[in-house]
Structure formats: structure tokens, C-alpha cells
């Protein structure tokens, strides 16, 4: 008897500055709920992405959802948070660090890359101004 594929939540998120560097925002779908935050600090597009990755994971860990997948449109973070780009910077090792101590616990998460047209937190982060 096959066994019926298991469904991940999906989690979207995605962060931005304004300009870049700048203030940073982020934005993070979860169950069809919308959680965004600004005036997180100053940095670059990619300290926001991260920081929208790490807030996913922690939206993760309060529903208390055992499958998820980690979705946004950052080459970069995506990337590095998979192990296969390296992170260069102080700032970004920083959050490197902080999304695997999140992470270790829970084994391997799943992060994964769409368009920037398909990312729902990237759709209500543009919406959101």
C-alpha cells in the first residue's frame, strides 16, 4: 500500500530596506495569516531577507507545525541558508548562525526559491504601502 504523501505547510517570507541599505521591513505568510514588521534596524535587502527567513522559522515553531517549507525569492539567502553559497560578512554569518541554532533541533528544513511573482510575503509586503 503506498503511503500518502505527507503536506508541509508552506511559509512565505521576504524582506526589504528602503534605500538599500536602509530601514528594513519584513513580511511573512503563514496559514493565510500576514505578519509584518518594520523599523527592524538598519542594513541591506539581504540582512532583511534573513531576518524574514529567521521570523518565519520562529512562526514555524509557535504553530507548532512538525512539516514546513521555508519559501522566499532570495537567490542569496536561500541559497546560503542550504548550505551552498557561502556567507560573507560578519552581519550575515550572525544570521546564519541564528537561523541554524533555530533549526539544528528540528533536523533538515526545507528552503526553497520561487519568482518574486509568486512569493506571497513579497505580494503583502508591496501591498502593505
Not at 493565510?32 to 514588521?37: A, E, Q, T, V
Amino acid at each position: 500500500m503506498a503511503r500518502a504523501k505527507s503536506h508541509r505547510l508552506k511559509i512565505y517570507f521576504d524582506g526589504g530596506c528602503r534605500p538599500n541599505p536602509g530601514a528594513i521591513e519584513i513580511a511573512v505568510v503563514a496559514r493565510g495569516r500576514i505578519y509584518i514588521s518594520r523599523d527592524l534596524g538598519h542594513g541591506t535587502n539581504n540582512d532583511a531577507e534573513w531576518l524574514a527567513l529567521i521570523e518565519a522559522v520562529r512562526i514555524a515553531l509557535s504553530l507548532g507545525e512538525p512539516e514546513f517549507v521555508l519559501i522566499g525569492d532570495s537567490a542569496t539567502v536561500v541559497n546560503q541558508a542550504n548550505g551552498l553559497w557561502k556567507c560573507r560578512g560578519i552581519e550575515l554569518q550572525g544570521h546564519l548562525r541564528t537561523f541554524h541554532d533555530l533549526t539544528v533541533p528540528l533536523g533538515k528544513v526545507q528552503v526553497r526559491q520561487v519568482k518574486r511573482s509568486q512569493n506571497l510575503a513579497g505580494i503583502a509586503l508591496a501591498r502593505a504601502h
